[in-house]
């Protein structure tokens, strides 16, 4: 069957009845939410959400809530065409394309707060960022209703979060992370990763390098020491953050922590932003 691709809720709705999703026989559906410029990790997530649910969904949207001012929402890959070409490929039968009209309204008020733990790590750089974030996952689990949600694990501060807006706002929709996919050579794969230049990739690395050196300690002063290490003296890194937290809360663990640990961090190559992290046994 072709992809089916649907613009607004009454789209979705027909493609709903079409595809026989909520049917009383195999009718689940599995969402993938993305914002496009899709690559092979996006593919890995529709194979892990084609194993969760009869049918597969991808949403395509470009979030302007989620971006600030002086970020790259203007200039962010869009490819659309190659995006359904990807979907088609990975057995995706609903494709939602919404525009900025469809999914918010002009007078608009209400919106979902990410509280208090909106505003550490990647909320303090970026501030309002997580705001728009669950406001648009909201949207999307209301119009899509899927029955289980897939996120790539690289984006961890968003995956917690977006569990802890299930949990808080008694959403009935499975979250599930998916691994992180890395290029041969470590570096995590990214939309964003397009804008880099060959050298800058290559300073790029410096990030997953500085990653694994920590993840191959196991006390949280070793492993911030052993990341750091790798990263002052690459003078081409600037970094936002690198921190070590609990993967529930993004709370920073303290001397004694033991059990899972999330080593995260934050850096500029050039004028591109990137993030990227590993999961730590301590």
């Not at 974030?133 to 119009?143: D, E, G, R, S």
Request: glycine share 8%; net charge negative; with cysteine.
């Amino acid at each position: 069957m072709d992809v089916i691709v649907a613009a607004d809720r009454a789209g979705l709705v027909k493609a709903r009845r079409t595809l026989g999703i909520g049917a009383p026989s195999g009718g689940t559906l599995a969402l993938v939410p993305t914002m496009g410029a899709l690559h092979e990790g996006h593919r890995s997530l529709m194979r892990l959400a084609r194993e969760q649910a009869d049918h597969v969904a991808v949403s395509i949207f470009v979030n302007p809530l989620q971006f600030g001012p002086n970020e790259d929402f203007s200039r962010y890959p869009r490819t659309l065409d190659t995006d359904l070409e990807v979907c088609a490929d990975e057995g995706v039968g609903l494709v939602f394309v919404p525009t900025a009209e469809v999914m918010y309204a002009p007078d608009r008020q209400v919106a979902v707060s990410a509280g208090e733990m909106g505003t550490i790590v990647e909320g303090a750089f970026r501030p309002g960022h997580f705001d728009g974030v669950l406001t648009v996952v909201l949207k999307l689990f209301n119009l899509v209703q899927p029955d289980v949600a897939v996120f790539g694990r690289k984006d961890a501060q968003q995956l917690a979060m977006i569990r802890r807006m299930v949990a808080d706002l008694d959403l009935p929709i499975s979250i599930l992370g998916a691994p992180t996919l890395r290029e041969a050579d470590g570096l995590a794969l990214s939309s964003r990763n397009r804008y880099l230049s060959s050298h800058e990739r290559h300073v790029a690395l410096t990030l997953s390098r500085a990653l694994f050196a920590g993840a191959e300690r196991r006390t949280p002063e070793e492993v911030l020491g052993a990341a750091h290490a790798v990263l002052d003296v690459e003078p081409e890194i600037a970094l936002d953050y690198l921190v070590l937290v609990n993967p529930a809360t993004f709370a920073g663990v303290e001397e004694g922590y033991t059990g899972e640990a999330i080593l995260a961090l934050a850096a500029k190559v050039g004028s591109t932003r990137l993030i990227d992290n590993v999961t730590i046994e301590l």
